[in-house]
């Protein structure tokens, strides 16, 4: 993390914030129209992102400068408008009763290459595979090096699979995904010897993987399902009795009254609503939509997954804005139980049932001291 994070300040700095630049210069700077450099200026400093002043003069501030870079995360992942808005039409025609379920996937050829580049630029700033092994916890290391079977549904251009299977080079891996074309392109230009690209529908998987995998990992696909409760009953079905899960998925709040309150969810609501919630419906589905939320993952977890609640765990800090849900079949891992104290912590929920009137302290991030509560990311309940 330390590594990442001192790449993002690099960024930062290379992007100028603070400057002042006339319309003129920066136009130049960019080698663009100066007219047009303008009024995309008045854009954004309407939105609030660029800064204006007497002259006048244009400026960014450095908390919004590193993400306007070519390579941001976040730039990469709003580029999705420039294939979901097309489908306006037929997403207006979807609301009326008479109308279309949806918009199916055939009707998105642009999905899968816009969510490899966000992926890979995704990867990059989290140093994945290592960082994102080493947030799961020791144990998971230690077996993919010795050698485990491992299952990605969903794999989609296999950016995931392929970063594992190059760094631990003794464990195999089976990926597969719905999408027949997808699954051809891997086999042609991600093809390793450790890996095997299936096509696959992650809402009935083959009964003969009934107990046969060590690690299944999920990247970003299960709010897109049609079914996501018929997939979940599967985990733990196609899972050894001592394997884990990893289900990475977009961090927001079921309480869409909550949610509305954060800035960025406009835009996860606009991609769920174009593309998201729209597919599943195509396909009969829920329609679960990338702002399901965590509260409504836990539920459904355990309700259609039969996960206990010592066997779950959430992470919502490793990966921006994203939970990492570790489902540990049978147990509960070292690190289990101080991240649900801090999921909890941060949502403001309490589990103890004890009727008591709870407080949060906040670890101290040195030394061995508690101190008041300052916020949520380390606060834990005591009860």
């Not at 994070?5 to 960019?30: I, N």
């Not at 941001?72 to 009326?96: N, R």
């Not at 009707?107 to 994945?128: C, G, I, L, Q, S």
């Not at 990893?246 to 309150?261: A, Q």
Request: proline residues 4%.
């Amino acid at each position: 993390r330390t590594a990442s994070k001192q790449w993002y300040q690099r960024r930062v700095r290379d992007s100028s914030p603070g400057k002042q630049w006339t319309f003129g210069d920066l136009a130049e700077a960019a080698g663009c129209k100066e007219r047009w450099v303008r009024e995309w200026c008045g854009v954004l400093s309407c939105a609030g992102v660029l800064q204006l002043t007497e002259g006048p003069l244009v400026s960014c501030d450095k908390e919004i400068s590193g993400a306007l870079l070519p390579d941001s995360e976040l730039l990469c992942f709003y580029t999705c408008l420039e294939f979901t808005m097309d489908k306006e039409p037929k997403i207006g025609a979807s609301f009326k009763k008479d109308g279309p379920l949806g918009c199916p996937y055939s009707d998105y050829p642009n999905f899968h290459p816009w969510m490899e580049n966000w992926t890979r630029v995704k990867n990059k700033d989290t140093n994945y595979p290592q960082e994102f092994v080493d947030s799961v916890g020791p144990e998971l290391r230690a077996a993919l090096n010795k050698g485990i079977r491992v299952l990605e549904p969903g794999c989609g251009r296999g950016l995931h699979v392929k970063g594992m299977a190059e760094a631990f080079p003794n464990s195999t891996f089976i990926a597969f995904d719905i999408a027949e074309e997808v699954v051809a392109q891997n086999k042609e230009e991600n093809k390793m010897a450790n890996i095997e690209y299936i096509v696959g529908d992650f809402c009935n998987m083959p009964q003969e993987w009934n107990g046969t995998f060590d690690y299944l990992m999920i990247f970003d696909c299960m709010h897109d399902l049609p079914h996501p409760a018929d997939a979940m009953k599967g985990l733990k079905r196609v899972l050894k009795e001592d394997a884990m899960v990893t289900m990475v998925d977009i961090n927001t709040s079921s309480d869409m009254v909550k949610e509305s309150k954060n800035p960025i969810s406009a835009a996860l609501y606009n991609i769920s609503l174009h593309h998201c919630m729209s597919v599943s419906l195509a396909m009969e589905g829920v329609g679960l939509g990338a702002c399901w939320g965590v509260e409504k993952a836990l539920e459904m977890l355990k309700e259609h997954g039969g996960w206990k609640e010592e066997e779950i765990s959430v992470d919502l800090e490793s990966i921006v804005r994203h939970a990492v849900y570790r489902l540990k079949k049978g147990e509960e891992t070292a690190s289990g139980n101080a991240y649900r104290h801090r999921y909890h912590a941060r949502m403001n929920l309490c589990t103890c049932k004890k009727n008591c009137t709870c407080r949060i302290v906040a670890r101290a991030r040195k030394g061995g001291k508690s101190a008041g509560y300052t916020d949520f990311i380390d606060g834990v309940f005591v009860c």
